[in-house]
């Protein structure tokens, strides 16, 4: 008797970009933690947003760590041959936003990331779990 073949599917609700995206998304937090990241936080906007799929939160506390930051994103994802679209801010080092399309980065100097509070804009985006280690989280205000 012949074995039974099974060809793998996909989810329909699932796309291939879809995992592209997260991948990329994942990527992105991972090189950031890499440059001492602070409060990472991936939502995913598919059928929130018509321009992205997720979108990444990340703090610095400091403008050189902001600028860190993102670059070390940019040279991560670079290396998964995703380049950016646009990039926004990141002169005075209290925000740079990242866009890669399908995936949006935000990095924040932390007071001004609490300010514009992004996180309560998309409160409808499930978050992605992330596995935090203990000195990137931020539970109580960095500055007092």
Known sequence: MKPETRTPTTP???SLSDDRSRAAALT????ALDKKALAPVVLDVRGLASYADFIVLLSGTSDRQVAAIADGV????G???KR??????GKGGQWTLLDFGDV????????VREF??????WVDAPRLALDVPP?????QPLYS
């Open 12 to 14: 329909t609700n699932i």
């Open 135 to 139: 000195e990137a989280r931020v539970g």
């Open 104 to 111: 949006i980065i935000h990095v924040f100097n932390h007071p």
């Open 116 to 121: 514009y509070d992004l996180e309560s804009f």
């Open 79 to 81: 290396k998964e041959r």
């Open 28 to 31: 992105a937090v991972a090189a």
């Open 84 to 89: 950016p679209i646009g990039k926004e801010g």
């Open 74 to 77: 940019v040279d991560a994802l």
